[in-house]
């Protein structure tokens, strides 16, 4: 595979409801979508999970574009691949910024998917046909609204529930939860806003039965996560604080976490992702695909993940219009009765939108060898 043509495009597209969380508030979800095609005219997608402002973790769609365009496009132009494996060497030179290396990984596994003739999910070594997918709810109004939104959502058919939490909306909110929905599965995801003092706090959503607390701590540590589980009956759950094989060697070896939550952008791509799945496996620690807002490009590459072996646990990965009026992929993602269907085709099973693209972009660049082309 030689890739020679690359466009990043900016999109934009407005949520169909606000999604809060402990950092803030999305209605419009702006990201970069990218583009690459190989020698023989095969086409490969690519989704930057990275927001408009770095409160998730330091990367953002500017820095993103930055990286692709002065760093990683020039490394990957033109250079014989012959298996996306190679990409996180071909990349080492460049420190972090995983979610900006996983933008053209995504696409190089799709293009390689697509000539190997085999769904992305397939090409990952994935096993199922289908995927048992969660709910993430952001903060609401109020805990009636909240009751209203997991109530629709349950008769949509979603089976688990996440909810957000922070310091002043949580014992409360997850008492009346439970008291509403005694048998739900429920999950919180603290988005790292609580700390050790806030130790006594925690212990009393021991009483609820969550499945699991993700992230209640500094989005780098995993010293007081340890300190914590020790003290939880409540398994942690680490997102943030994940960016590699190595992050999850020493917070499983610290006992800083039972469940790891893996996303594909966080961590640098989806061979670090399966590095990861695979390891937890050996461990015996259950793993379930995040989410971060995303188009179908991105969602089509949580679906392939998710069809791994180890991801036991419903994932974030909703159906498209849980996100959006109008996604840029044909067919939309569908989840019904909690499970989407894998695709079989080849690559990412699902035929990009480009009019729908073209209407949300924003900005677009394309680069080829020898130079740029706007
Ligand atoms: O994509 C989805 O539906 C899940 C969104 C979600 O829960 C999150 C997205 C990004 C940051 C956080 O707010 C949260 C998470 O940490 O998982
Ligand atoms: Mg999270």
């Known amino acids: 595979m030689k890739i020679t043509d690359i466009t990043i495009r900016h999109l934009k597209m407005t949520m169909k409801s606000p999604f809060t969380t402990s950092f803030g508030t999305f209605k419009d979800k702006e990201f970069l979508l990218l583009e690459a095609k190989n020698e023989d005219g095969t086409v490969g997608w690519g989704e930057s999970v990275a927001f408009n402002a770095p409160w998730y973790n330091e990367e953002t769609l500017k820095t993103n574009w930055h990286m692709l365009e002065d760093f990683l496009i020039p490394l990957i132009l033109n250079k014989e691949i012959k298996h996306p494996d190679e990409v996180n060497q071909m990349f080492a030179p460049i420190r972090k910024n995983n979610m900006a290396k996983s933008t053209i990984e995504g696409a190089i596994w799709d293009i390689y998917a697509q000539q190997t003739n085999q769904s992305l999910a397939q090409a990952l070594g994935g096993t199922k046909d289908k995927i048992e ?5 952001g903060i609401q109004n109020s805990i009636d609204e909240l009751l209203r939104v997991v109530d629709g959502f349950l008769k949509e058919g979603y089976k688990r529930i996440k909810v957000k939490i ?5 014992v409360d909110v997850i008492r009346s939860l439970r008291e509403h929905f005694p048998n739900v599965p429920i999950m919180a995801d603290a988005n790292s806003a609580y700390r050790l003092k806030d130790i006594d706090l925690l212990k009393q959503l021991d009483e609820f039965d969550l499945m699991m607390i993700e992230q209640p701590l500094a989005s780098d540590d995993i010293i007081d996560h340890a300190q914590l589980q020790k003290e939880l009956k409540t398994p942690i759950c680490l997102d943030e604080s994940i960016h590699s094989l190595e992050d999850a060697r020493k917070a499983i070896e610290l006992g800083s976490t039972k ?37 179908g490009i991105g969602r089509s590459h949580n679906i392939a993940l998710t069809t791994l072996s180890n991801f036991i646990l419903p994932g974030d990965t909703a159906g498209s ?23 079989q085709t ?29």
């Open 133 to 137: 997918v969660g709910i993430s709810i």
């Open 166 to 170: 922070k310091p002043g909306w949580d």
């Open 259 to 295: 469940i790891i939550n893996i996303k594909i952008g966080r961590v640098g791509g989806l061979t670090e992702a399966k590095k990861i799945h695979d390891y937890c496996e050996e461990k015996g620690v259950p793993v379930w695909c995040g989410g971060m807002l995303e188009s």
């Open 321 to 343: 219009n849980r996100y959006w009026e109008k996604d840029i992929i044909r067919p939309e993602v569908v989840a019904t009765d909690g499970y989407i269907d894998v695709p």
């Open 346 to 374: 080849p690559g990412i099973g699902y035929e990009v939108d480009r009019e729908t693209v073209e209407a949300y972009t924003v900005a677009k660049k394309e680069y080829r060898s020898g130079g740029t082309t706007v």
